[in-house]
């Protein structure tokens, strides 16, 4: 949110001559900037005429379009440490239980074994 408010700040700085553009305020400018997030197009940019504004408009989109990336990268880089801290923290409990499935089917093979008439008795 942050990064999004003052993105759109410097391009409402920008365009402030132009109050109809869609950067001319720092609402429409905020709301350009989210959707970009869900990839719309950049046309009002080609329809500039100040070729300073122009490419200034396209380099800050195009940094803007970084960070939100670099910013949802390091989201998703927390959320599987998180993930990863928490399963290392139950492993050992899941090692003993699956351990000790094995156990009683080992138990209950060698049962059924013993049982067996051609096997002979299980000891005591």
Known sequence: ????????????LLYRDEPSHDYGTIGSSW?????????????SLNEESSTHR?????LLTALYML???LVITNLIIAVMTNTFEE???NSREEWLLQRARVIFQMED????RFSNPYWGKLPE
Request: include cysteine; glycine fraction near 4%; charge should be positive.
């Open 67 to 69: 960070v939100v990336a």
């Open 1 to 12: 949110c942050c990064v999004l408010t003052g993105f759109s700040h410097a391009m409402a």
């Open 87 to 89: 399963i290392q923290k």
């Open 54 to 58: 122009k490419y200034v408009g396209y």
């Open 31 to 43: 709301i350009t900037f989210f959707f970009f997030v869900f990839n719309l197009d950049v046309s």
């Open 109 to 112: 093979i060698i049962k059924a």
